[in-house]
């Protein structure tokens, strides 16, 4: 099993997500867990297609944290 850092971004009306170690790997949804459930999809049939046509599984590679700063 592998771990992919999924970014989750938050728009006006919905939500999107994308897979930065898996390009081209993204999905939408109206919720956090629509789009959560959504990208998990998205991911195993991206690494589907791979593997059927004969292209390595890229290794996760990137790694996202959170920072806090001061704001006044």
């Known amino acids: ?6 970014i989750y971004e938050r728009g006006k009306r919905n939500w999107s997500a994308y897979v930065p ?3 081209g790997c993204i999905a939408t949804g ?6 959560e459930r959504m990208i998990r999809e998205a991911i195993e049939f991206h690494i589907e297609g791979l593997i059927g046509r004969g292209d390595p ?3 996760p ?3 996202a944290g959170v920072v806090s700063v001061s704001v006044e």
């Open 1 to 6: 099993m592998k771990e992919y850092t999924v």
């Open 21 to 23: 170690d898996l390009p």
């Open 30 to 35: 109206k919720t956090r867990p629509q789009v």
């Open 57 to 59: 599984v890229p290794t």
């Open 61 to 63: 590679s990137v790694e």
